[in-house]
Nanobody, 127 residues
Framework: EVQLQAYGGGLVQAGGSLRLSCAAS????????IGWFRQAPGKEREGVSY?????????YYADSVKGRFTISSDNVKDTVYLQMNSLKPEDTAVYYC???????????????????WGQGTLVTVSS
């Protein structure tokens, strides 16, 4: 059974940092692309960052987080991280990690490209 568990959210002041973790189990980690998404109150869920499968190392960032967020993976621990620096109040949202079988590392973008989802973790950035 594919399982994803996101954790690491919390309350932080603007300009601060948080690191989110997404622990994966139940599938061959190297064959899946992992994405981080977020959903703010009253808004649609949006893609934040993705990291490709097969140890390819390719990454993708939404324009709103480029230069501030860094995605990485630990293929021994089957965990993907999202380091978030210089946080802004507009980063406040529930953050989700998701996975899709992607052995050719096509890195789908967008909510519809992912079929396995973890529970969310709340990030609140105060001004």
């Amino acid at each position: 059974e594919v399982q994803l568990q996101a954790y690491g959210g919390g309350l932080v002041q603007a300009g601060g940092s948080l690191r989110l973790s997404c622990a994966a189990s139940g599938f061959i980690f190297d064959d899946y692309t992992i994405g981080w998404f977020r959903q703010a109150p009253g808004k649609e869920r949006e893609g934040v960052s993705y990291i490709s499968s097969n140890n390819d190392g390719s990454t993708y960032y939404a324009d709103s987080v480029k230069g501030r967020f860094t995605i990485s993976s630990d293929n021994v621990k089957d965990t993907v991280y999202l380091q978030m620096n210089s946080l802004k109040p507009e980063d406040t949202a529930v953050y989700y990690c998701a996975a899709v079988y992607d052995p050719r590392s096509k890195i789908p973008t967008g909510v519809r490209g992912y079929n396995y989802w973890g529970q969310g973790t709340l990030v609140t950035v105060s001004s």
